[in-house]
């Protein structure tokens, strides 16, 4: 809900605003200041707190909001010609801004009405309005037509000379134009049947019409609408068939009052007709969504009405207005401008194209507030700064205004919410320096815009010409014959010749004047014209910099595109040899990985022939060692047995017994069992257990150290029986002399794990003793072999 604002009378000691006092100010009546308004917009429903408090219709006070970006809490006065509430109507604000504005248009001045203001605070809404709630432009457009509906002036008499100017034209030429106009109508109107033309606003009428008007005269009204966007002047109702508008040059006419060059001016005889054409500007429009106003302007829009007055014109028999030699037309304008709206771009929170916009829109109007500042400057110091009008197309169109070519007013809309406070702030200022400009009055005659009527007229113009040459033929000399007889006569006629001479003498001096006056006028009009070639040659010129400019950075920009193309180009060159190289190197890799397997496959088939031949020559050794050790045992045995024979004989008394014992029968290694350790599950024959081999005892002798040749991962077997040496010293390989030269090492062992011919593991000890060469090296006797083997108790022997 709105909090309604409280009216309190208008406390002037409060007021903290000192107006400034203009050295020429209040005593120059020939100038009269901006008047300013104010209206505020009622708040949005989701923002609740106001920073603005009315204090009189004149006066409001902005205050600080209470937020901890806000350190100190002020109060700022500001005084307007008037404030609109958010209650205030558009019908209200129309009578009390617009209405006297009209008035002045009806009188022949001129008018410019600006609304200023952030974006989304009610300038559009003020202006345009809505259907069922019209603007001002709507407004003055119904109330004008209201007011001169019976004064109208035919179609197509008064024409614009397209030059800022207007001219009269023959009735017949207007008849023709209208005939013309009408076929065109018939053929929109065709195209718009069927297309439906549903879009079209009709506003409200409320038959509001300005009493005292000239009714001597006949008015017609043309308007034109124009948009300035980022800096650019485009003419919203060119009919570009849906091509982009063409961008347009401002220039100044021979009475120096600018003018947008080319702009569509279109003579309308009704509201309607003119509503048509402000709606279809303002499809035109550019509008953007922003963060604060959905539909807002992005551009400065100019709505142009131009009320031509003439007097009524005489028609002769048949019906061609006779159009008097002098006869004036009257030209009045009023420009409504709906500015676009200031923005604090962080508040907006836009970027890219809206930045750039919002940019130029903030330049334009930082532009405005320049020429202000220095016409303020200007009557203050009473110095003569130059006006900055041209930094910007706003002011450059509108600078006549500014120097006493029509009144200037401006409405300042306000959106009362806190959160606006610090723009609220920049507007009040603003406000405030505007009020303070003194603008000079327009010049107290009734035809301010005048121009003389270009004659196009065909008859009656011929009328007038017969007549205006008439005026400077010479009197007729009366003919002169010498008659002697007849001397009175000749007195007379030459009298008559006398007075002829004369009249012509008088008549040829008006003549003359006539003819400098002409002289005088032509040259005065060459002037302007000249003058006028010189603006646009000054503006032509400005527009080859900019062109050239332009070229110049679509070369720079052309070759910048190039360069990169080459970079570019280059860059995929150089990747593309990069991707040949990486390619060659995956060859390269995959050839070395293809070796590499190779070779790993080699390295396992030589480790695999290398295994097999290790195990070969094993196996050999072990065949070796066997036999060795049979003979060895056989030869223990066949001594043993002549030992105990020799031991029998020994003890018996038998000789020959004894003799038979003693021989030795032949030694046959193949019935010899070889000497093997059992385990606890076979039982040992009793001449295993009584022939303990005498190496065994000795190898266990203390002090002896043991060199273990062991194999690198021996199986475990779980066997109760371990081999036993104690102090040794094992090794899986030998590779250097020193391990078996060592001199504290006496004994070698060498353990072989092997399958036996049943698939068992059996684990073979290999002893020996290291005896020391004389060449400093050692050598390994073998002399005994243990076998250590698992037996099943249950195995058949
Ligand atoms: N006095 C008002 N009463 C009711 N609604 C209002 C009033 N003023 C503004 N509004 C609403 O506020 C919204 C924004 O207003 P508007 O488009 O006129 O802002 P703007 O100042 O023209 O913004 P921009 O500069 O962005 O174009 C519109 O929806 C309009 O209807």
Redesign the pocket.
């Known amino acids: 809900m709105n909090t309604p604002y409280r009216i309190t009378p208008y406390p002037q000691r409060t007021l903290k605003r000192e107006k400034t006092t203009l050295s020429n100010g209040s005593s120059d009546n020939s100038k009269e200041p901006v008047k300013v308004f104010c209206?505020?917009?009622?708040l949005k429903e989701d923002e609740d707190t106001s920073c603005i408090l009315l204090v009189s219709p004149t006066v409001l006070s902005l205050n600080t909001p209470s937020d901890p970006k806000y350190p100190s809490q002020r109060q700022l006065h500001c005084q307007f010609n008037q404030i609109f509430t958010?209650y205030?109507t558009q019908k209200e604000v129309f009578d009390f801004v617009a209405m006297p504005l009209l008035q002045d248009l009806l009188k022949g001045k001129n008018a410019l009405l600006l609304?200023y203001?952030?974006?989304?605070?009610?300038?559009?809404?003020?202006l345009s309005g809505?259907p069922n709630n019209p603007g001002i432009m709507p407004r003055c457009i119904d109330t004008l037509f209201n007011t001169i509906d019976e004064f109208q002036a035919p179609k197509f008499m008064i024409k614009p000379d397209k030059m800022n100017g207007f001219e009269i034209q023959a009735e017949n030429d207007a008849v023709k134009d209208r005939l013309f106009e009408n076929r065109a109508n018939a053929k929109t109107l065709s195209k718009q049947s069927k297309k439906g033309s549903g879009d079209q606003l009709h506003y409200i009428n409320d038959e509001i019409r300005i009493k005292d008007i000239d009714e001597n005269n006949l008015y017609a009204v043309f308007v034109s609408y124009i948009e300035i966007y980022n800096n650019t002047v485009f003419d919203l109702l060119d009919e570009s068939n849906g091509k982009p508008l063409q961008s347009k040059i401002l220039r100044e006419d021979a009475q120096k009052n600018m003018y947008v060059n080319g702009v569509v001016e279109i003579e309308v005889k009704s509201a309607d007709e003119a509503f048509e054409i402000l709606n279809s500007g303002q499809k035109r429009k550019r509008?953007g969504h922003?963060l604060?106003?959905?539909?807002?302007?992005?551009s400065h829009s100019v709505f142009n009405i131009r009320l031509v007055q003439v007097e009524q014109i005489a028609h002769n028999s048949e019906g061609d207005p006779m159009v008097p030699d002098s006869n004036i037309i009257k030209v009045s304008q009023l420009s409504l401008v709906?500015?676009?709206?200031s923005?604090r771009t962080n508040r907006t929170q836009t970027t890219g194209m809206r930045l750039k916009e919002a940019g130029r829109i903030n330049n334009s109007l930082m532009c405005l507030r320049n020429c202000l500042e220095v016409l303020r400057e200007n009557q203050v110091t009473k110095c003569n700064k130059i006006v900055p009008y041209r930094d910007s197309r706003l002011t450059f169109l509108f600078k006549n205004f500014f120097e006493g070519y029509g009144k200037v007013e401006m409405i300042v809309?306000v959106n009362p919410s806190c959160l606006d406070y610090d723009e609220n702030l920049q507007v009040m200022k603003f406000a405030e320096m505007t009020q303070d400009v003194k603008i000079k009055k327009p010049e107290n005659r009734d035809t301010p815009y005048m121009r003389k009527t270009v004659k196009k007229i065909n008859t009656p113009m011929s009328t007038t010409k017969v007549k205006s040459n008439s005026s400077f033929s010479l009197p007729k000399i009366p003919s002169f014959l010498f008659d002697v007889e007849n001397l009175t006569e000749m007195g007379v006629t030459i009298d008559q010749i006398a007075k002829a001479l004369k009249l012509r003498g008088s008549k040829m001096e008006t003549n003359y004047s006539e003819y400098n006056n002409k002289v005088k006028h032509f040259r005065k009009r060459l002037c302007d014209l000249n003058e006028g070639n010189i603006l646009n040659l000054s503006e032509i010129k400005s527009m080859k910099t900019i062109i050239k400019k332009g070229k110049q950075e679509s070369y720079n920009l052309k070759n910048k595109i190039v360069d990169l193309e080459t970079v570019n180009d280059s860059l995929s060159a150089k990747n593309q040899e990069l991707q040949e190289v990486i390619r060659s190197l995956r060859c390269i890799n995959d050839e070395k990985d293809l070796k590499i397997n190779q070779k790993i496959l080699e390295k396992e088939r030589a480790k695999q022939k290398f295994a097999m031949a290790n195990e070969k020559m094993s196996q050999e050794l072990e065949n070796k060692l066997r036999k060795q050790r049979e003979h060895l045992q056989a030869t223990m045995k066949a001594k043993e047995n002549k030992l105990k024979k020799v031991k029998q004989i020994l003890e018996s008394d038998d000789p020959l017994l004894s003799q038979e014992d003693v021989e030795t029968p032949d030694y046959d290694p193949q019935h010899t069992p070889p000497t093997t350790i059992l385990k606890e599950t076979q039982t040992p024959s009793k001449r295993n257990i009584q022939t303990p081999s005498a190496r065994h005892r000795r190898s266990r002798s203390a002090g002896e150290v043991w060199l273990e040749h062991n194999s690198i991962k021996p199986i475990p077997l779980g066997t109760v029986l371990q081999p036993c040496v104690k102090k040794r010293k094992s090794l899986t390989k030998l590779t250097k002399a020193s391990d078996i030269t060592n001199p504290k090492q006496s004994k070698y062992c060498l353990i072989a794990q092997d399958q036996d011919t049943e698939g068992e593991i059996e684990t073979k000890v290999y002893k020996g003793d290291i005896v020391s060469t004389c060449g400093g090296g050692a050598q390994v006797i073998f002399n005994d072999v243990e076998l250590l083997k698992q037996k099943s108790p249950t195995e058949s022997p």
């Open positions: 209206r505020i917009r009622p958010s205030a609304s203001g952030v974006t989304g605070s009610g300038k559009t809404y003020t809505e509008m922003t604060l106003n959905s539909e807002s302007s992005r709906d500015l676009a709206g923005e809309c």
